[in-house]
């Protein structure tokens, strides 16, 4: 059973940058994170999950129109880890923030529209001035 831990959210003003980060592990021996789609959701008060942004196997992305050319998702393959930079933030990304993960070997695309077999258990964002 993968465990995911959600780290690096926290209190920030309109514009600035933040760096989540999901610590993956309990990988079988001789998998890695690069075995998986992974990708970050979030949930803000009184609204449904939104997908944001995934990884495929191959390291091919893709992102939700609301932070593309905002937000850039990456892995770290050594660490078993993966990032969300985000940058410009705005108030209305304010919302506790998920990784995901779900093992798709063969597949060289990610979708934000799929589900996702393991998660963390999130990580505040507020987004105040």
């Known amino acids: 059973q993968l465990r995911l831990v959600e780290s690096g959210g926290g209190l920030v003003q309109p514009g600035e940058s933040l760096t989540l980060h999901c610590a993956a592990s309990?990988?079988?021996?001789?998998?890695?994170?690069?075995?998986?789609?992974a990708a970050w959701f979030r949930q803000a008060p009184g609204k449904e999950r939104e997908g944001l942004a995934c990884?495929?196997?191959?390291?091919?992305?893709n992102y939700a129109d609301s932070v593309k050319g905002r937000f850039t998702i990456s892995r770290d393959t050594r660490k078993n880890t993966v990032q969300l930079q985000l940058n410009s933030l705005k108030p209305e990304d304010t919302a506790v923030y998920y990784c995901?993960?779900?093992?798709?070997?063969?597949?060289?695309?990610?979708?934000?529209?799929?589900?996702?077999?393991?998660w963390g258990q999130g990580t505040q964002v507020t987004v105040s001035s």
């Open positions: 309990g990988f079988r021996s001789g998998y890695t994170v690069t075995f998986y789609a």
């Open positions: 990884i495929s196997t191959t390291g091919r992305t």
């Open positions: 995901a993960l779900s093992f798709n070997p063969r597949s060289p695309v990610c979708s934000i529209s799929v589900p996702y077999d393991n």
